[in-house]
Structure formats: C-alpha cells, structure tokens
C-alpha cells in the first residue's frame, strides 16, 4: 500500500518575538484575534497540526507569553480539522491534571487534542517558582513517568502507578477523551536530541520532535529512536523534525532573507538563551543534549531551524523535503519570519509539489509476517 503522506505542524506564535530572535519586521502577533485567523488559514492551506509553545517567564526576546493549553482550545474551538498540540512541563503540571483537561479538550474538539511533554531546559522558571530543577536524565525519568501515568489515566479504569515521581492508586477519570482506531486516547509528543530522549521516545511516545537537522543528523536519530522501540516491542513513534521555512521566488531572495535574519540577531537575547540552554545541554550523561553543537547563527531560530534547510524556492524546498521522507521523516514543524502570508505561499506554491514527488516515490516493501 502507498506510504502515507507528509503531514505538516507549524509553530503557534502565541509568544511575543516571533520565531527569530532577531530585530528584523516579522509580520506577526502573539496575540489571539491574529492566531485564530492563522489557525483557519493553516488548516486550509495544508497543515495538518499546530504546536502552541509555552514559557512562563518572560525571557530572552519572549517577553509575552499566552499558556499553551488554554490558548490550544481556542484555537481547536476556532477550527474544524486542525489538530492542536499543547506544550507542557512535568513538574510544573500533575499528570492527572492534564488528563482531565485532556479529556475535557478533547471532547469539546471532537478528537483533535495533542499534548507536547516538554522535559525542560530553562532552570530559571523552575527555581523562581520554587520548584526542583532535576539533572539532565533525571527530567527525563520524570517524563517518561508522566506519559506513562498520562496513558494510563486516559485508557483505564483504576489507574495505579509506583513510580518515583508519580504515584496513582485507584484512579479513574470519566469521561475518558474520545477514542477510533489507531487513536486510543490524545496523541503524545515529545522532544529532545540527547541520548535520553531518543531512548525514551521509543519507549513510550507516539511521536519525537527534533530540532533542526540535516540529513546525516536526522538519519542517526531515526535509528537511534528505532531501536530504543524495538528493545521494548513496540511501534516506532512517528518522526518529526523541526524546520525554519523561508520560500521565494527566487534562491537569492530567501538567502538574503536569511542573512538578513542574522545580521540583525538581538545579540543580547541570543547570547542569554544560549547559555540556558546549553547549559541544560551540558548535563545530560555523554554530553549530547539539545544544543550543544549550535552555532551563534544557528539559536537565532531557537531550535535550530536553519540546518534543515528549507530555504529557496519552492521546488528547491519541496525537493529537500522529499528527500526528508525518504529518511524517514513523517512531519515537519515549521516557523516562518511573516505568517500569513508565507503560510498561505506555502499551501499555494510549496505543497502542491511536495505532493507531485511524493507521487513518484517507490512504494515501500511490505514486512515480512
């Protein structure tokens, strides 16, 4: 049978800055009346998801912030097809919390609600709200936990779990999010590049985000992820990886975009949240945490989304997307510098030959029973 589709997400701008820290214009908006009017615009241009981020404290160029599982909502509420994806921290969220605001969501959506277990890298917000900032794979264990709590308070009836971050004794949650085939409860994804992560994708998400990558980062990562899941005799979750889209009409139109992007970085921002986040980075146990190999130039998208390389025109994109695909690759992520209107060029110029390659590829061979 065909393989299916690309499916595209893109990043919820529900946080002041844009989604480069840089001063050039970026024709966007942080607040809601300018996200429902792109949530319609993406789903009718081709997206399949968006991802509402969250910080809780103003920082580093995102001085405002709207809450990402409130903000979903309303954006689901606003649409029919789209799927929303809220970002949320473990240890600053209770796992039975979120199911019942899951479940909650996913109803009043009729199905379209997603969560992204985000296992944290700024310190600062842990600390001002007095709450513990745990070691590198530590996080990790607690997110593991969390989903694995999550799944079992939206798929039974007496949910218990002895874990060392989460413990649930005979807990039932009614009414349980709704459920079809392939779908038993809200999809879960989780990020992060470091070893830990990739391990504990396989284990027990449905879907692992990357930042940026190019294809040799992107193709030991699936592999890694790949058989994290088959020491456990699962699926292997879905892959996504993340990318920074800058489309025109011409290649030298986009690359002086880019460098334009860069030349006018907020130094100043850049410079703090590079030293957040590689601090976090540094800890993990063999030194491959998130951010630890960027460049300056590269956490002006802060994560990392110039490596992937869409950048050109649309045929050169689509192009580099495809072959993406033949990696492995099952979703892309994407941010743009001016929303709507480079959404809306995406679906109309981009898109529609992305769907012509994918046309054309093999079909894949089926496994052995």
């Known amino acids: 049978m065909p393989a299916e589709p690309l499916r595209f997400?893109?990043?919820?701008?529900?946080?002041?800055?844009?989604?480069?820290?840089?001063?050039?214009?970026?024709?966007?908006?942080?607040?809601?009346?300018?996200?429902?009017d792109l949530a319609v615009?993406?789903?009718?241009n081709g997206f399949d998801y968006a991802l509402s981020q969250v910080r809780y404290m103003a920082s580093y160029g995102a001085e405002y912030q709207h809450e990402s599982t409130s903000f979903s909502l309303a954006l689901l509420l606003a649409t029919q097809r789209l799927k929303v994806i809220a970002a949320v921290h473990p240890g600053l969220w209770h796992p039975g919390v979120l199911a019942k605001l899951g479940a909650t969501a996913d109803h009043l959506?009729?199905?379209?609600?997603?969560?992204?277990?985000?296992?944290?890298?700024?310190?600062?917000?842990?600390?001002?709200?007095?709450?513990?900032w745990l070691e590198h794979d530590e996080r990790y264990r607690r997110s593991e936990e969390f989903i694995r709590a999550l799944r079992a308070i939206w798929t039974q009836d007496h949910a218990e779990l002895a874990g060392d971050f989460y413990r649930i004794r005979d807990f039932s949650?009614?009414?349980?999010?709704?459920?079809?085939?392939g779908r038993p409860h809200p999809e879960i994804f989780q990020g992060g590049n470091s070893t830990a992560a990739r391990a504990m994708a396989g284990r027990v998400s449905d879907w692992y985000f990357s930042n940026g990558k190019d294809f040799d980062g992107v193709t030991e990562q699936i592999r890694d992820v790949r058989a994290s899941a088959a020491t456990v005799g699962r699926p292997a979750p879905g892959f996504a990886l993340n990318a920074f889209l800058i489309a025109r009409d011409t290649e030298a139109e986009a690359r002086e975009t880019l460098r334009e992007i860069v030349a006018k970085a907020d130094t100043e921002a850049v410079a703090g949240f590079r030293g957040a986040v590689q601090q976090a980075g540094r800890s993990t146990a063999d030194g491959k945490g998130m951010w630890q190999d960027s460049s300056f130039e590269d956490l002006v998208q802060y994560n990392d989304g110039f490596r992937t390389g869409l950048i050109g025109t649309p045929e050169q994109i689509a192009e580099r997307i495809v072959a993406y695909k033949r990696l492995g690759v099952d979703l892309f992520l994407l941010g743009f510098?001016?929303?709507?209107e480079e959404v809306e060029y995406f679906g109309e110029r981009?898109?529609?030959?992305?769907?012509?390659l994918e046309a054309e590829l093999p079909e894949p061979v089926p496994a052995l029973p």
């Open 350 to 356: 981009v898109l529609p030959l992305v769907r012509e």
């Open 173 to 181: 949650l009614k009414p349980k999010p709704l459920s079809s085939p």
């Open 41 to 44: 615009l993406a789903e009718n």
């Open 337 to 340: 510098l001016h929303y709507l």
């Open 109 to 132: 959506s009729d199905g379209r609600f997603a969560v992204n277990v985000v296992s944290g890298w700024f310190k600062g917000e842990f600390t001002a709200l007095g709450e513990p």
């Open 9 to 36: 997400a893109y990043w919820v701008p529900n946080v002041s800055g844009g989604l480069v820290t840089s001063t050039i214009e970026q024709r966007t908006d942080w607040g809601y009346d300018y996200n429902r």
